[in-house]
């Protein structure tokens, strides 16, 4: 692999053994992944150390990471009835994966993992999802709560007090 060569061994040999074994043209790999020919050939040979950047764009082309899931951030309860599910979303499926988290500090692991292991994007709570944008590299969408669940939550307190 190389995203693992490329921290055991020199970058540039790294990048040319990958193009080789994967029979691709610097040009092939500056086209799909948007770098200009003329830094990935100053790459290969060794005239210039990358920027984290550019070494991701690389690594996506070369080693892409299949994302079939759509990753929620949650409570428990509120993961039970929808997590594991498939569902029918414009056409295609999406499979929903559910990670249960009760406080900031474990959402944003959730976060870190679902980012991780793949997620197509991530669905999170308000407070969190600022955070999330920052530190994933897939779309990040906010669970708005319902009027009636708000108003629910009033009258409880209501009661209570």
Do not use: W
């Amino acid at each position: 692999m190389l995203s693992r060569k490329i921290f055991e061994a020199d970058f540039a040999d790294a990048l040319q053994e990958e193009l080789a074994r994967q029979d691709m043209s610097i040009r092939d790999l500056a086209e799909r992944a948007g770098i200009p020919p003329a830094t990935l050939y100053k790459l290969t040979s060794g005239r210039a150390d990358p920027r984290l950047s550019t070494v991701r764009r690389i690594v996506n082309v070369l080693e892409p990471r299949e994302k079939s899931f759509i990753a929620v951030i949650a409570a428990r309860f509120l993961l039970d009835e929808i997590d594991n599910r498939d569902l029918p979303i414009g056409g295609k499926q999406y499979h929903i994966r559910g990670y249960a988290a009760d406080s900031l500090e474990e959402c944003i692991i959730a976060a870190v993992r679902a980012d991780k292991e793949g997620a197509l994007g991530i669905i999170c709570a308000p407070i969190l999802a600022p955070i999330v944008e920052k530190i994933a590299d897939c779309p990040v969408a906010i669970i708005k709560p319902q009027q009636q669940t708000l108003i629910e939550a009033i009258e409880t307190i209501a009661k209570r007090v």
